[in-house]
């Protein structure tokens, strides 16, 4: 019971991470590789935010919700995965599972409200391996991923709520990895009860237990057929350094190998039509992509590109999507779903029409064209026309927005004019600037600039709508809408900020083109935003929504910036102003920003500013959401990061670079694409894995040496890693 698998299951990807950037402001995607996917894939989305890592997610019946398991909870103090529900329209998410000791591998029964998963809750020692991995994980870098068949495993079936459990299996060794048949009345999964990984089946409650496989070497993952005559399931080699995906009927006869790629070949799972498998390998990269291959082993197709890992891939009920987990866009793990085009299967359906778009288009499209002509923002380019702050003042006016003491335009930080509106509880007085003793605030920004009306027409419906709102539902705390000289922006914000009155920040900033997505950028209470991006990305599905609040020094987010620097990059005061206070504070931008517009990414990111201002307390969101405060920082600190994307096949005398990060540690060193590391520090290097390795053992800013074959000739340069 003492083997582990290492560096290959969920989270494996961490590892890989240093070694596999791009330079791509919001993922790990080139564009040429991500044109790829859109063969197979579309309106890739993500769905988990929230955490330290999240994965192996399974849909349910309907396909309206999904299971998965999850690093999520501070007050747990589990660094262990624990199991969750996720409400696909809501984004409301609750914990299933007891909430100590190991869980692994959800899975819905067909036809009850009742959820089957792995548990180790009832070893006596639970809380102590929790601790030592606390400590282990907590005393240096993060290492690779290793999966440990933990002997006190065992199935459960509950509610989904987590209530009236069934313990299904009490044999003594690793019981998990476990699935319904479609007619919910047998369970297949995976047993060390025999002192080998290998396939058994059992009836629904427990009985009957039967082994189907005999073979030396850890059988597991295993899944029925949609016809429930079939099983397939992955098959390791006696040293684990192979796998490949296998198929036998659903008594254990007729076991057939599909894939011969000399890999691993992993998590396999059926199309609900029957006509496909989809399926990890690491034949042709070293983090895993996906691959779809018919059941007959024809048509293996690759349907992922990303630098980051691609696994545990499986289809909704009705074959239309394809959910996997991945680490494309942030180092950690976290689900993601999409449409699928595969050949013989159905189109897949259009994008999903927004589920809540209270925002006038008409309003936003007319507020942008008076504010692009040029005679109101006047030949400076700085939108400080009387015109310009006239039209702010009077839109504010008329949605029925306070006017502070001094009207709607007021002085700004710099003393030039200010256009500043309120939305307050029934009664309240507010001046500007705000008293020491006012109730503290929301404020909403927006710069006014001549090559940014798209952010001043979102924020000026934004405040009609919140004016709304505040009529019917009630407001708890005043929201501030000011919009400021673009100049004085970053400055006014974060003076703002420092004088202690507001609560949280939101700064909708320039528009990007269409279809690039949402950036929601964040600094201060970061695990409040990934619960709210979590929520938001259910309730707005057409909205593309990147969070980059991957680190939470905020001297850290430049990083993240556009191509010309303009979307993502101007607002570090504020975040180092809210940083310091623990505030949430927020930019809502669109990616990719340019000089032009669009109407439906600005109606998407007004509406997704709006859910801001709701989970903030100013009003209810479409979703009351409770949830518990997540896990922090369970990696403990930074590993190191070169900015390198290792080639998986080699010869052994080396590993060859298939690409290097512009801008990273080892671009700066002098790498180039097509370069073979044999030397990194003072570690040999043969192959990608032991690449890995030897990243693992660099500390981010301490100098090294790697040694080179370039041309023919080898030569030593000096790199410094970074952190990630």
């Known amino acids: 019971m003492n083997r582990r698998l290492t560096a290959l299951l969920l989270g494996c990807a961490a590892s890989f991470a240093a070694a596999a950037q791009d330079a791509s402001p919001l993922t790990n995607t080139p564009p040429e590789d991500r044109a790829r996917e859109a063969a197979y894939l579309r309106n890739i989305r993500r769905i988990t935010y929230a955490g330290v890592k999240n994965g192996e997610a399974y849909f349910s019946p309907k396909g309206d919700a999904i299971s998965f398991q999850a690093v999520r909870e501070r007050a747990l103090q589990n660094p262990f995965y624990q199991i969750y529900t996720l409400d696909l329209a809501s984004g409301h998410a609750r914990r299933v599972s007891p909430g100590q000791g190991r869980t692994t591998c959800s899975y819905f029964h067909p036809a009850k409200p009742r959820l089957l998963f792995a548990t180790s809750h009832l070893d006596p020692d639970a809380k102590k ?292 509106g309120l939305v307050a509880p029934k009664g309240a007085a507010f001046a500007w600037p705000p008293a020491a003793d006012a109730p503290p605030f929301v404020l909403a920004l927006a710069p006014y600039l001549d090559a940014e009306p798209s952010a001043a027409a979102a924020w000026l419906e934004l405040a009609r709508e919140m004016n709304a709102v505040a009529q019917f539902r009630g407001l708890k705390v005043p929201v501030v809408f000011a919009a400021l000289p673009a100049h004085d922006l970053e400055q006014g914000a974060a003076a703002f900020v420092a004088a202690e ?31 709210l991006a979590e929520q938001l990305a259910a309730v707005n599905p057409v909205s593309r929504l990147y969070l980059l609040d991957e680190r939470t020094d905020p001297n850290a987010l430049p990083e993240k910036e556009s191509p010309d620097g303009r979307a993502l990059g101007r607002f570090d005061a504020l975040a180092q102003a809210a940083a310091a206070r623990k505030l949430p504070a927020l930019t809502v931008s669109n990616t990719n920003a340019s000089d032009g517009f669009d109407l439906v990414a600005l109606r998407d990111r007004a509406t997704v500013a709006l859910g801001v201002l709701y989970r903030l307390g100013v009003g209810d969101l479409a979703v009351a959401y409770s949830p518990e405060p997540m896990l922090g920082a369970a990696r403990g600190k930074s590993g190191a990061y070169l900015g390198t994307k290792p080639a998986y096949a080699g010869d052994g005398t080396g590993v060859l670079l298939q690409s290097v990060t512009p801008g990273g540690p080892a671009d700066r060193a002098g790498l180039k694409a097509g370069d073979k590391i044999v030397k990194l520090g003072a570690l040999e290097v043969k192959d990608a894995e032991s690449y890995l390795r030897a990243i693992e053992t660099l500390k981010p800013g301490e100098a090294t040496s790697v040694e080179i074959e370039r041309a023919g000739a080898r030569q030593t340069l000096a790199l410094t890693p970074g952190a990630r």
């Open 501 to 531: 009155r507001a609560q949280a920040v939101v700064v909708l900033g320039a528009l990007a083109q269409s279809g690039a997505g949402v950036a929601l950028r964040a600094g201060g209470s970061a695990d409040d935003w990934r619960l």
């Open 129 to 420: 391996h929790q601790e030592e991995e606390t400590a282990k994980l907590q005393s240096g870098p993060p290492k690779r991923y290793e999966w440990a068949f933990d002997p006190r495993m065992d199935i459960f079936e509950t509610d989904l709520d987590g209530a009236n459990p069934l313990r299904l299996t009490e044999s003594e060794g690793y019981d998990a990895e476990c699935a319904y048949s479609p007619d919910g009345t047998k369970i297949v999964f995976c047993s060390y009860r025999d002192g080998d990984g290998e396939i058994y089946t059992m009836d629904a409650d427990g009985k009957i237990p039967k082994r189907l496989t005999e073979v030396a070497g850890y059988d597991g993952g295993p899944f029925f057929s949609p016809d429930g005559k079939r099983i397939v399931w992955r098959r390791f080699s006696p040293d684990d350094k192979v796998a490949e995906v296998w198929i036998m009927n659903a008594d254990g006869s007729q076991a057939r190998q599909i894939t011969k790629l000399n890999a691993v070949a992993w998590a396999p799972y059926f199309h609900p039509g029957g006509q496909w498998l989809i399926f990890a390998c690491n034949h042709e990269d070293v983090a895993f992509e996906l691959y779809a291959i018919q059941p007959d082993g024809a048509g293996l197709t690759r349907i992922t590109y990303s630098a980051g890992f691609d696994g545990l891939p499986v289809f909704s009920p009705d074959g239309r999507r394809l959910m996997w987990t991945s680490t494309r866009d942030t180092d950690n793990s976290h689900v993601y779903s999409a449409d699928i085009l595969l050949p013989d299967l159905d189109p897949a359906p259009p994008p999903p029409e927004a589920r809540r778009n209270p925002l006038s288009i008409d309003r936003l499209r007319a507020h942008a064209e008076y504010l692009s002509d040029p005679g109101v923002t006047g030949p400076a380019a700085r939108g400080l026309t009387e015109p310009f702050t006239a039209y702010l003042a009077g839109r504010l006016k008329d949605a029925g927005l306070q006017a502070p003491a001094e009207g709607f335009l007021v002085p700004g930080p710099e003393g030039e004019p200010a256009v500043v």
